[in-house]
T-cell receptor, first 113, second 116 residues
């Protein structure tokens, strides 16, 4: 079975500052990792995903994440945040041998003007 | 394209009542999913379907039933609602091309359900 842990439930950051949202996973098999974003009162949309290949994954809106197998992490980063990045961010995991899809508990990013 | 739509947007039930939530997608996706979202718990998979006529249990299936009679629709039923089922319910769909759950999921806007 797989699981993901998002240690930070809330992250406040000033506009134009960099941000890192942390995600750690546990799995005994190869995993696929995802970051989804949920804007207020909306459904989720994909930011980026890691399936295989390069461990640095670039997504939409200037976000990127790095898959680190030795540290079982998939942290999300953005070098300079905007007010419009205020949202809930979810890390998620599945595998090619599994039949389940697991989301983390989410990190609420608030960008302060 | 409307993408993924959910009906209704809001609903209030009394304990013991039943209801059905409808999810529809117009992207010809094979896979469809039902999640519930609760504060501090993220999204949890209830049931999913890998094709018309098929369903499978997710992480939290108890108290729910689903049906996929048509490829574009995925119904979630509550036979006897309980206060613990108060939640926001999201439907999603994905192409299913890889044969597993790695495809991008496209989410509907959600249904807010309150059980009194």
């Amino acid at each position: 079975a797989q699981s993901v842990t998002q240690l930070d439930s809330q992250v406040p950051v000033f506009e134009e500052a960099p941000v890192e949202l942390r995600c750690n996973y546990s799995s005994s098999v190869s995993v696929y990792l995802f970051w989804y974003v949920q804007y207020p009162n909306q459904g989720l949309q994909l930011l980026l995903k890691y399936l295989s290949g390069s461990t640095l994954v670039k997504g939409i809106n200037g976000f990127e994440a790095e898959f680190n197998k030795s540290q079982t992490s998939f942290h999300l980063r953005k070098p300079s945040v905007h007010i419009s990045d205020t949202a809930e961010y979810f890390c998620a995991v599945t595998s090619n041998t599994g039949n389940q899809f697991y989301f983390g508990t989410g990190t609420s990013l608030t960008v302060i003007p | 394209n409307a993408g993924v739509t959910q009906t209704p947007k809001f609903r209030v039930l009394k304990t013991g009542q039943s209801m059905t939530l409808l999810c529809a997608q117009d992207m010809n996706h094979e896979y469809m999913y039902w999640y519930r979202q609760d504060p501090g718990m993220g999204l949890r998979l209830i049931h999913y379907s890998v094709g018309e006529g098929t369903t499978a249990k997710g992480e939290v299936p108890d108290g729910y039933n689903v049906s996929r009679l048509k490829k574009q629709n995925f119904l979630l039923g509550l036979e006897s609602a309980a206060p613990s089922q108060t939640s926001v319910y999201f439907c999603a769909s994905s192409p299913g091309l890889a044969g597993d759950l790695r495809d991008t999921q496209y989410f509907g806007p959600g249904t807010r359900l309150t059980v009194l």
